[in-house]
Structure formats: structure tokens, C-alpha cells
């Protein structure tokens, strides 16, 4: 069964402290792999898409990375605005659907 | 350039009532997609218009339909509610290309059922 695991739910940093969040996805024919982030009350906002093992893609204080069995989303030096919830997404080579991960809750304290 | 606007943002409802939802993508976007999104479930793909047809489908009861005008502006509807019906129902807009494109998403319309 297809499936993608976000860990870890929640996550609260310091100002200026990096971390990474996880996603792990089971499936077959990745066609690509989204990230997107979400602020409260407001739709999900597109970050990245990685397509093959190996890829990597930056935007200011985000890095994320593809390996076969999971992604990382990589944030350097997080400043408070980068409080959000980063949801995760796969689509297979065959299926338009997408495949949604829970989601990390990110908390960033001054 | 404006983005993808959805109305209403609140609707209140009672169980076995119908509610129509509405949206309209980015100028020059022709396919739209409608999601729910619950705590428990997180985002689920409902279905995807483009040029007015049904493209793609996911696993929802028929009570779930929607349509696509010919200015790309979609509603979608939901007869018989049930309390579990009670979401965020978003709305996403792209290009072309239904497999690379990324998703333009609304604001959503936050749906209660009583």
C-alpha cells in the first residue's frame, strides 16, 4: 500500500537552531515527491518537488533532499516567520493523486 | 496577479442539508483540483477538472460531484450531509501538465455540519 510518514509531528526550535524533518514514503514509480508548507488558516504553499535519488533543492533556509525511501527537509538557522506546518507529498508514475503526508508542525521560539 | 480565490470561507450546516463551494484559479490555469483536509485524515484528493471534464477521481461516495465552467471557475457540491463532512475543503489550480505542475492553492472553505 502506498503510504507517506512525516516524523516528527511536532517540533519547537530556538531561533537559530537547525533541524531537519523526515519524510518517508512507500511506493511504487515515484514520479515525484512535493513539499509544501502551511500556515494557519491558509491554503498549503509550494516549496520544492525532487524527482530522482539524490536530487537536492534550495530555497533561503530550506534544503531538501531525495534518497529511494525518504526526503529530508533541511532548515538552517530558522528564524521565527519559518513557523508553519511542512507537509509532504508523493505521486506516482501512473496515479495524477497525490499521496499527503500528516505533516510537522514546526515552532520556531525567539 | 491574483490568486486562487475560493468562497465561502465559513459555512454552517446541518446534517442531510446540500452546500455548493466555489473556485476560481489563477488566470490562464485551466485545471482545478478540490482536497479535503481533516485533522485525522490530513489532505485527501477529491477530483480534478480540466477544460470543463472530469479528469481524475479519488475515493469518495458520489455524494461528493463537482463541475468546471468554461472560464476554468469551479464548484463543488456535497448532497446528504454527514457530520464527518465537517472540513477544510481546498481548492488548487495549475497549469497544464497534470503530473509535473505544481498545485496553486486557496484559502479553503471551512465547512461545520451540525
Known amino acids: 500500500e502506498d503510504q507517506v510518514t512525516q516524523s516528527p509531528e511536532a517540533l519547537r526550535l530556538q531561533e537559530g537552531e537547525s533541524s531537519s524533518l523526515n519524510c518517508s514514503y512507500t511506493?511504487?514509480?515515484?514520479?515525484?515527491l512535493f513539499w509544501y508548507r502551511q500556515d494557519p488558516g491558509k491554503g498549503p504553499e509550494f516549496l520544492f518537488t525532487?524527482?530522482?535519488?539524490?536530487e537536492e533543492k534550495e530555497k533561503e533556509r530550506l534544503k531538501a533532499t531525495l534518497t529511494k525511501k525518504e526526503s529530508f527537509l533541511h532548515i538552517t538557522a530558522p528564524k521565527p516567520e519559518d513557523s508553519a506546518t511542512y507537509l509532504c507529498?508523493?505521486?506516482?508514475?501512473?496515479?495524477?493523486?497525490?499521496?499527503w503526508g500528516a505533516g510537522t508542525k514546526l515552532i520556531i521560539k525567539p | 496577479k491574483a490568486g486562487v480565490t475560493q468562497t465561502p470561507r465559513y459555512l454552517i450546516k446541518t446534517r442531510g442539508q446540500q452546500v455548493t463551494l466555489s473556485c476560481s484559479p489563477i488566470s490562464g490555469h485551466r485545471s482545478v483540483s478540490w482536497y479535503q483536509q481533516t485533522p485525522g485524515q490530513g489532505l485527501q484528493f477529491l477530483f480534478e477538472y480540466f477544460s470543463e471534464t472530469q479528469r481524475n477521481k479519488g475515493n469518495f461516495p458520489g455524494r461528493f460531484s463537482g463541475r468546471q465552467f468554461s472560464n476554468s471557475r469551479s464548484e463543488m457540491n456535497v448532497s446528504t450531509l454527514e457530520l464527518g463532512d465537517s472540513a477544510l475543503y481546498l481548492c488548487a489550480s495549475q497549469r497544464t501538465d497534470p503530473f509535473d505542475e505544481k498545485l496553486f492553492f486557496g484559502s479553503g472553505t471551512q465547512l461545520s455540519v451540525l
Open positions: 507529498a508523493v505521486r506516482r508514475d501512473s496515479n495524477y493523486q497525490l499521496i
Open positions: 525532487l524527482y530522482s535519488a539524490g
Open positions: 511506493v511504487s514509480g515515484l514520479r515525484g
